[in-house]
Nanobody, 124 residues
Framework: QVQLVESGGGLVPTGGSMRLACTAS????????VGWFRQAPGKEREFVAG????????DYADSVKGRFTISRDNAKNTLFLQMNNLKPEDTAVYSC?????????????????WGQGTQVTVSS
């Protein structure tokens, strides 16, 4: 079992930057493919970014391409999401997730392990 805990959320103005972190414990984090998802009020959870276990492959939602960067430090069991040029529509609860397979998937149901989520609010 992999336990995930997010940190780094909060309030940021439009155009600002924020970095989220997700610290893992238990299991073999370095062999999991990981992702960030977000859920805005009244909307379904959506895929934001994914990163393969070997840090070779990435995938991003079209809405965040060029603004967000996913990375990981396997030595520290930590996943990051650097968010730049934030927009009000980025406001959501952001959650990190991990799956015991090697390919990146965009469907939340394909991820076995989840963090509790952290709120990101972008003020207009």
């Amino acid at each position: 079992q992999v336990q995930l805990v997010e940190s780094g959320g909060g309030l940021v103005p439009t155009g600002g930057s924020m970095r989220l972190a997700c610290t893992a414990s238990g299991g073999s984090f370095k062999f999991t493919t990981v992702g960030w998802f977000r859920q805005a009020p009244g909307k379904e959870r959506e895929f934001v970014a994914g990163l393969s276990w070997n840090i070779v492959s990435t995938d991003y939602a079209d809405s965040v391409k060029g603004r967000f960067t996913i990375s990981r430090d396997n030595a520290k069991n930590t996943l990051f999401l650097q968010m730049n040029n934030l927009k009000p529509e980025d406001t959501a609860v952001y959650s990190c997730a991990a799956r015991n397979m090697f390919d990146i998937r965009t469907e939340p149901a394909q991820y076995q392990f989840w963090g509790q989520g952290t709120q990101v609010t972008v003020s207009s």
